[in-house]
């Protein structure tokens, strides 16, 4: 245990998020991004409650508080009044590029939470929380912006820029790990005190600057892979067959692993079990070797899927991406 003390009383300041920078995502397109919270949205057979085919989303901190909806393109409906019935509430129309602001009444949450659902672009849905504290937790002449959103009374989703980027990206647990003025830390936040915190940890963040924890073994083409060993730039791939993300990410690797050969950069899909390795082999045929190695998740902090971690011949971070990052692709592609 770390003899270092925590540091309390960060300010956090209530805000709507501007459209500048948006509010918080939460989910897409069936990919959780916060934990421990059941997020998800799974597929909807034609004779559910309502005659369309399309997603259910739910989410819980406990089950007697979680909440439903159903959406398919053009459309969207939730269950707000938690009776579990769909057929009496409102169906809001959700058309591509169109978003539809709901609240969680407070006799179901403990308080009135807005939520935003967003339809960019056709299949995808996403969940956003539109009202957000913001704050910078600073330490040994460093800082790091982050900003945290409720979804239920006992659950908060933390969000943090941990690339110094100035975007709000990386959602973070009680158990992922920061480096904060030459220290390891993971942050809480209180949202009822409107407060953040910083506790010691004696782990490594897993973000750029930082030595890649160790990753060895034997892929599914049967070659020896070890991490330290890599004469090139490796980019390591988390992905589970169950995120619908990760699915709709393997075509754009598949371009990015035919384009660049092996040769200046290689990729691997790590996953959490066997099945998932052999469901990718079947939906896909991803070409890239894939390693099945669960432990690898916990020891590079791995909260949301995909996430994808640069890392260079010396072992170093050199990018790491979590859920839908539009940077992945050119920093994969530039090696850095």
């Known amino acids: 245990m770390t003899d270092r003390p925590p540091i309390d009383g960060f300010a956090l300041t209530r805000a709507a ?6 509010p918080l995502l939460v989910m897409a397109s069936g990919m959780p991004l916060v934990e421990p919270a059941s997020l998800g949205l799974t597929a909807l057979p034609a004779e559910g409650e309502l005659p369309w085919r399309g997603f259910r989303c739910a989410w819980s901190a406990e089950p007697e508080a979680s909440i439903h909806g159903i959406f398919t393109p053009g459309r969207l409906a939730l269950d707000q009044d938690g009776d579990g019935d769909l057929a009496d509430e409102v169906v809001h129309p959700l058309a591509v590029g169109a978003s539809v602001d709901l ?3 407070a006799d179901l949450a403990g308080e009135a939470i807005p939520l ?6 056709s299949g995808r849905l996403e969940l956003n929380v539109p009202l957000v504290y913001r704050g910078t937790i600073q330490h040994g002449g460093e800082s790091l912006q982050v900003a945290a959103g409720r979804l239920l009374p006992d659950l908060a989703l933390l969000m943090a820029d941990t690339d110094g980027d100035g975007v709000v990206e990386t959602p973070l ?9 030459g220290a ?3 942050v809480e936040v209180e949202l009822a005190a409107a407060r ?3 506790r010691p940890s004696n782990r490594e963040p897993v973000a750029p600057g930082h030595r890649a924890p160790e990753l060895a073994g034997t892929t599914d083409h049967g070659d020896p892979f070890d991490l330290a060993k890599q004469p090139h730039d490796t980019a390591l791939v988390f992905c589970a067959c169950s995120c619908a993300g990760c699915r709709q990410l393997a075509p754009r690797l598949r371009e990015l692993y035919q384009e660049l050969g092996g040769e200046e950069i290689r990729i691997v899909q790590v996953v959490r079990s066997e099945p998932d390795r052999q469901e990718f082999d ?3 045929g991803i070409g890239w070797p ?4 669960a432990s690898a998740w916990d020891r590079y902090q791995v909260v949301a899927t995909p996430t994808v971690v640069l890392v260079d011949d010396e072992g170093t971070v050199q990018f790491r991406g979590s859920g839908h990052d539009p940077r992945w692709m050119t920093r994969i592609r530039n090696g850095q």
């Open 282 to 284: 079947t939906v896909g």
């Open 184 to 186: 390891s830390w993971t």
């Open 116 to 121: 935003r659902f967003l339809h960019p672009r």
């Open 173 to 181: 647990t009680n158990e992922q790990v920061v480096g904060l003025g």
């Open 103 to 105: 609240t969680i009444p």
């Open 290 to 293: 894939q390693l099945v190695d």
């Open 196 to 198: 953040a915190y910083l």
């Open 17 to 22: 998020a501007g459209p500048e920078d948006g």
